[in-house]
């Protein structure tokens, strides 16, 4: 136990933050030994809960002082074990730097910390006619830092970009305990873009204390649609055809018959059973443009085959096709006690090959797969379903999603759209880049974290600079995880 | 044009497919040559002059479409393809990337990448970092490496796409790039008008960001090159407003627009389609490049333009002026070289009143090489510039891409 062999450390994270901001009896603990992704559990050995970027310096100085590696966390959404303490050593939950620090509707930026929940930032801004677009869905509980840390996504990337694409500027702690400011609220800022290398970087270069983002100006006004298609394939080619008609719709999801039959079991929203594949397609922007944009997506799917185009009138209407797409994992439950999400991404032409593979790798493993997912970007969540009681069927889930992210590979696609690599992917990373990448990366990496005491052993295979060795986490079991 | 006799370049080589990039840029690394990367060489004359001898690594031949999958929207091309033939590729297809660059027909991608630049459709289409999606290049050891891939959403491992934009080819050269597309709106027209002052520029400014109207472009200019170009006075200040969707929503948003305009007491309104719109939105666009012993670029809170342009006339030095107003990014082309030296004047005046918008400064074009320090060059507050010199030192760490030009330490 780090604890006890560095006994300074306890007391001196105390003195820089206070005793009740300091965790480290065991039961405490627990609640912190994994995010979202269940299925690989470490303690930290300690739990330190900062208030400002000068505390989170000391701490860090400290670390270094004593030797121990430390990681930050948010609210511990990650998927992919992004907040797992591989290796034990002090956890920095940035959860109290809550505060919105300023909203500039002129300059169009806010200014947060990174224990702001990102939709707190969407409900500080209501009135004002302007919204921070990312929104992934546990946007009620994921935290801006987070966001930032994972380059996160949601429903309405398609049109609106990703994390990265609304991140200004941040105030980060280095590896060393160096506060910097980067960016900020104006654009450009001098030399190379350390923004946009940070965002996404997962918590591994820096410990990110405040985020300049840019705000969007809300729409005037949306069309909603929801298609209903008799094949899978009729329904992605319409997704083609929309975009390659030049339409950019806000969202466009896809949810397949499995997934429709629970739906329909726990919600009764009227889907006909028989119907393989929904779309649920949005349009925003100008009033003026949305009619037409609206008629030409009908005309689209009425051309491939759709049985029906529903579209909603009222506002409440709206949110009742919404709620179809948004209660889908909820339902999820009914079809089975566990199950595990994939998140791979293939070009968008390669749905309805890579849709059928998905099925024939199920039917490999004898196993259930049902699918919702960002169909207008190409990512897919294909949901396994399985007991996790049954040994057999967990070593076959496995397997499966092994096959299914191998797959998307091959179409020239990546393992992970939004969820990130974290510990749950570092294997794949030596099949979807070169030892040359991966030790430009590791480059990267001793740049920023020489030592390699912050967030070790995530990301990349072998992450360690001096000489470290990377732990290597093997994965036995499938977990039961939420999506996107 | 700039040519490479602004660079210390005593031969070229030319490269003819990607292994022989690689080997050249390795023979290079074995005899601990320096090397300046050169795309259309339409920029050379950013960033500092060079003082080492060194030979230019030309990608003029490496400028092949590797795959034009256009219905997924993405393009893989080598980074020495023009900007004009990537575009006529595209809009072949109805797709655009929608970055613009002036001498298009000999600006290269890679160059535009490794420079950052933009246009005025930043403001509604954002910035080339926002269209690369997947990158490739060789660094500093002859040891090539990639980041990204082919598909538009991807967090698998650090973003070298974001790295490498805007790193001048000092991390490596860039050797090829995905990028993902838009489709081209079927119509486009510009508004524009004639603020009486800086302040009415201003509320103007303000009103646009709050009101329904979605432009493309939010350009103001000033100086006796816009006014024989728009009519008017030097000191005039003319207010352009690019729109571009269906032409439903262009006819309303003009309309919109001019209501506004006439709400806040603007009387006259020029309303430009079809080749009148294409050719002021060409000047826009090739105003950079225009000839100029001095040309910089300040980028400040959008709500600062209006005082920063107001600085830069308090020097009293002849320029003139184009704002992508609607970022804060400010172009100033000076008429003469400063004469009370460039360092002085700049670290004087201009600089200063940049930082206090919060904001930075940075020379574009000094083609004289007239003396420049790191400060005048790369001015800033609080630039972690250590930390950019640390990443140099990975990927090159002999020094050997781009030697003294950009921001290290």
Request: a negative charge.
């Given at each position: 136990?780090?604890?006890?062999?560095?006994?300074?450390?306890?007391?001196?994270?105390?003195?820089?933050?206070g005793?009740?901001?300091?965790?480290s009896?065991?039961?405490?603990?627990?609640?912190?030994?994994?995010?979202?992704?269940?299925?690989?559990?470490?303690c930290?050995?300690?739990?330190?809960?900062?208030?400002?970027?000068?505390?989170v310096?000391?701490?860090?100085?400290?670390?270094?002082?004593?030797?121990?590696?430390?990681?930050?966390r948010?609210?511990?959404?990650?998927?992919?074990?992004?907040?797992?303490?591989?290796?034990?050593?002090?956890?920095?939950?940035?959860?109290?730097?809550?505060?919105?620090?300023?909203?500039?509707?002129?300059d169009?930026?806010?200014?947060?910390?990174?224990?702001?929940?990102?939709?707190?930032?969407?409900?500080?801004?209501?009135?004002?006619?302007?919204?921070?677009?990312?929104?992934?869905?546990?946007?009620?509980?994921?935290?801006?830092?987070?966001?930032?840390?994972?380059?996160?996504?949601g429903?309405?990337?398609?049109?609106?970009?990703?994390?990265?694409?609304?991140?200004?500027?941040?105030?980060a702690?280095?590896?060393?305990?160096?506060?910097?400011?980067?960016?900020?609220?104006?654009?450009?800022p001098?030399?190379?873009?350390?923004?946009?290398?940070?965002?996404?970087?997962?918590?591994t270069?820096?410990?990110?204390?405040?985020?300049?983002?840019?705000?969007?100006?809300?729409?005037?006004?949306?069309?909603?649609?929801?298609?209903?298609?008799?094949?899978?394939?009729?329904?992605?080619?319409?997704?083609?055809?929309?975009?390659?008609?030049?339409?950019?719709?806000?969202?466009?999801?896809?949810?397949?018959?499995?997934?429709?039959?629970?739906?329909e079991?726990a919600?009764?929203?009227?889907?006909?059973?028989?119907?393989?594949?929904?779309?649920?397609?949005?349009v925003?922007?100008?009033?003026?443009?949305?009619d037409?944009?609206?008629?030409?997506?009908?005309?689209?799917?009425?051309k491939?085959?759709?049985?029906?185009v529903?579209?909603?009138?009222?506002?409440?209407?709206?949110?009742?096709?919404?709620?179809?797409?948004?209660?889908?994992?909820?339902?999820?439950?009914?079809?089975?006690?566990?199950y595990?999400?994939?998140?791979?991404?293939?070009?968008?032409?390669?749905?309805?090959?890579?849709?059928?593979?998905?099925?024939?790798?199920?039917?490999?493993?004898?196993?259930?797969v049902?699918?919702?997912?960002?169909a207008?970007?190409?990512?897919?969540?294909?949901?396994?379903?399985?007991?996790?009681?049954?040994?057999?069927?967990?070593?076959?889930?496995?397997?499966?999603?092994?096959?299914?992210?191998?797959?998307?590979?091959?179409?020239?696609g990546?393992?992970?759209?939004?969820?990130?690599?974290?510990?749950?992917?570092?294997?794949?990373?030596?099949?979807?880049?070169?030892?040359?990448d991966?030790?430009?990366?590791?480059?990267?990496?001793?740049?920023?974290?020489?030592?390699?005491?912050?967030?070790?052993?995530?990301?990349?295979?072998?992450?360690?600079?001096c000489?470290?060795?990377?732990?290597?986490?093997?994965?036995?079991?499938?977990?039961?995880?939420?999506?996107? | 044009?700039?040519?490479?006799?602004?660079?210390?370049?005593?031969?070229?080589?030319?490269?003819?497919?990607?292994?022989?990039?690689?080997?050249?840029?390795?023979?290079?690394?074995?005899s601990?040559?320096?090397m300046?990367?050169?795309?259309?060489?339409?920029s050379?004359?950013?960033?500092?002059?060079?003082?080492?001898?060194?030979?230019?690594?030309?990608?003029?031949?490496?400028?092949?479409?590797?795959?034009?999958?256009?219905?997924?929207?993405?393009?893989?091309?080598?980074?020495?393809?023009?900007?004009?033939?990537?575009?006529?590729?595209l809009?072949?297809?109805?797709?655009?990337?929608?970055?613009?660059?002036?001498q298009?027909?000999v600006?290269?991608?890679?160059?535009?990448?490794?420079?950052?630049?933009?246009?005025?459709?930043r403001?509604?289409?954002?910035?080339?970092?926002?269209?690369v999606?997947?990158?490739?290049?060789i660094?500093?050891?002859?040891?090539?490496?990639?980041?990204?891939?082919?598909?538009?959403?991807?967090?698998?491992?650090?973003?070298?796409?974001?790295?490498?934009?805007?790193?001048?080819?000092?991390?490596?050269?860039?050797?090829?790039?995905t990028?993902?597309?838009?489709?081209?709106?079927s119509?486009?027209?510009i508004?524009?008008?004639?603020?009486n002052?800086?302040?009415?520029?201003?509320?103007?400014?303000?009103?646009?960001?709050?009101?329904?109207v979605?432009?493309?472009?939010?350009?103001?200019?000033?100086?006796?090159?816009?006014?024989?170009?728009?009519?008017?006075?030097?000191?005039?200040?003319?207010?352009?407003?690019?729109?571009?969707?269906?032409?439903?929503?262009?006819?309303?948003?003009a309309?919109?627009?001019?209501?506004?305009?006439?709400?806040?007491?603007?009387?006259?309104?020029?309303d430009?389609t079809?080749?009148?719109?294409?050719?002021?939105?060409s000047?826009?666009?090739?105003?950079?490049?225009?000839?100029s012993?001095?040309?910089?670029k300040?980028?400040?809170?959008?709500?600062?333009?209006?005082?920063?342009?107001?600085a830069?006339?308090?020097?009293?030095?002849?320029?003139?002026?184009?704002?992508?107003a609607?970022?804060?990014?400010?172009?100033?082309?000076?008429?003469?070289?400063?004469?009370?030296?460039?360092?002085?004047?700049?670290?004087?005046?201009?600089?200063?009143?940049?930082?206090?918008?919060?904001?930075?400064?940075?020379?574009?074009?000094?083609?004289?090489?007239?003396?420049?320090?790191?400060?005048?060059?790369?001015?800033g507050?609080?630039?972690p510039?250590?930390?950019?010199?640390?990443?140099k030192?990975?990927?090159?760490?002999?020094?050997?891409?781009?030697?003294g030009?950009?921001?290290?330490?």
């Amino acid at each position: 136990m780090i604890a006890t062999s560095h006994p300074g450390l306890v007391n001196g994270l105390r003195s820089i933050v206070g005793v009740d901001r300091v965790l480290s009896a065991h039961s405490d603990l627990l609640v912190y030994e994994c995010d979202g992704f269940v299925i690989e559990k470490n303690c930290p050995d300690v739990v330190v809960f900062p208030d400002s970027a000068e505390d989170v310096s000391q701490i860090v100085k400290l670390c270094n002082d004593v030797g121990v590696p430390f990681l930050p966390r948010g609210a511990g959404t990650s998927l992919a074990g992004g907040c797992l303490p591989v290796g034990g050593g002090v956890m920095i939950v940035l959860t109290r730097m809550k505060e919105i620090v300023e909203l500039n509707i002129r300059d169009r930026y806010a200014i947060v910390q990174p224990g702001v929940v990102n939709v707190w930032l969407t409900q500080a801004l209501k009135g004002s006619g302007f919204h921070y677009a990312p929104d992934p869905s546990s946007q009620g509980a994921c935290t801006i830092g987070g966001n930032v840390a994972t380059n996160s996504g949601g429903p309405h990337t398609l049109k609106y970009g990703v994390t990265v694409n609304h991140v200004l500027g941040v105030e980060a702690v280095l590896a060393d305990g160096r506060i910097v400011q980067i960016g900020g609220p104006s654009e450009d800022p001098v030399g190379l873009d350390l923004v946009g290398t940070i965002v996404g970087s997962e918590g591994t270069l820096a410990i990110v204390t405040k985020v300049w983002v840019r705000l969007t100006p809300n729409p005037q006004g949306y069309r909603t649609m929801l298609g209903i298609f008799e094949s899978v394939e009729d329904a992605t080619n319409s997704i083609t055809d929309i975009i390659g008609a030049g339409i950019i719709p806000a969202a466009l999801e896809m949810l397949d018959q499995g997934i429709l039959v629970a739906l329909e079991e726990a919600f009764k929203f009227g889907f006909p059973l028989d119907a393989e594949a929904i779309l649920l397609i949005e349009v925003d922007g100008l009033e003026a443009g949305l009619d037409q944009q609206r008629d030409q997506i009908v005309e689209l799917c009425n051309k491939c085959n759709a049985r029906e185009v529903r579209q909603a009138a009222t506002e409440a209407e709206r949110q009742k096709l919404w709620k179809a797409r948004k209660q889908a994992f909820g339902a999820i439950g009914r079809l089975s006690p566990s199950y595990c999400t994939q998140d791979g991404v293939v070009p968008r032409t390669q749905l309805p090959f890579m849709l059928k593979r998905i099925k024939e790798i199920a039917e490999k493993y004898d196993l259930k797969v049902v699918n919702v997912f960002h169909a207008g970007d190409g990512n897919l969540h294909p949901i396994l379903l399985f007991d996790e009681r049954d040994k057999s069927q967990v070593e076959r889930v496995l397997s499966a999603s092994g096959e299914i992210l191998q797959q998307c590979l091959d179409l020239g696609g990546s393992v992970t759209g939004e969820h990130g690599i974290g510990v749950e992917k570092v294997a794949f990373m030596e099949k979807m880049f070169t030892q040359d990448d991966l030790a430009a990366m590791t480059r990267l990496r001793i740049a920023f974290n020489p030592e390699n005491q912050l967030s070790p052993d995530k990301m990349l295979p072998t992450a360690g600079a001096c000489g470290m060795e990377s732990k290597h986490i093997e994965q036995k079991h499938p977990g039961r995880r939420a999506a996107m | 044009m700039s040519t490479t006799q602004s660079l210390t370049i005593t031969e070229t080589y030319q490269p003819t497919n990607q292994d022989e990039l690689v080997e050249t840029v390795r023979s290079c690394c074995d005899s601990n040559t320096p090397m300046y990367p050169l795309g259309g060489q339409t920029s050379l004359h950013y960033g500092m002059a060079s003082k080492v001898e060194g030979v230019g690594l030309s990608t003029a031949e490496l400028n092949k479409v590797i795959d034009f999958p256009a219905r997924d929207m993405t393009v893989t091309v080598e980074a020495g393809i023009t900007m004009s033939k990537l575009a006529e590729t595209l809009a072949a297809e109805r797709l655009r990337l929608p970055v613009d660059v002036p001498q298009s027909d000999v600006a290269t991608l890679g160059g535009v990448v490794a420079t950052d630049f933009n246009g005025p459709r930043r403001y509604g289409a954002g910035t080339v970092r926002d269209y690369v999606i997947g990158i490739s290049a060789i660094d500093g050891t002859g040891t090539p490496f990639k980041g990204g891939g082919r598909v538009v959403k991807n967090v698998a491992g650090y973003d070298f796409c974001k790295l490498l934009t805007g790193s001048l080819g000092t991390l490596g050269v860039i050797s090829q790039l995905t990028l993902k597309l838009n489709p081209i709106p079927s119509s486009f027209r510009i508004l524009s008008c004639q603020p009486n002052s800086l302040d009415n520029a201003e509320t103007l400014l303000a009103d646009l960001v709050r009101s329904t109207v979605t432009p493309s472009a939010v350009e103001l200019v000033t100086g006796s090159h816009w006014s024989t170009l728009l009519s008017g006075d030097a000191d005039d200040l003319h207010l352009l407003v690019a729109l571009e969707g269906t032409e439903l929503e262009t006819d309303w948003m003009a309309q919109q627009l001019s209501q506004q305009w006439r709400e806040s007491g603007i009387r006259f309104i020029q309303d430009l389609t079809g080749d009148e719109a294409k050719s002021a939105w060409s000047e826009l666009v090739e105003f950079p490049a225009s000839e100029s012993p001095l040309v910089v670029k300040a980028s400040v809170r959008p709500s600062g333009v209006t005082k920063f342009i107001e600085a830069v006339q308090n020097t009293k030095c002849s320029c003139n002026i184009q704002a992508h107003a609607g970022n804060g990014v400010v172009i100033v082309s000076f008429d003469e070289f400063p004469a009370v030296g460039l360092s002085r004047m700049l670290l004087g005046a201009v600089q200063p009143a940049a930082l206090a918008l919060q904001g930075s400064l940075v020379v574009l074009s000094n083609p004289s090489g007239g003396e420049m320090t790191h400060q005048a060059a790369w001015g800033g507050n609080d630039i972690p510039f250590e930390l950019m010199t640390s990443i140099k030192q990975q990927f090159d760490p002999n020094n050997l891409f781009n030697p003294g030009r950009y921001v290290y330490v």
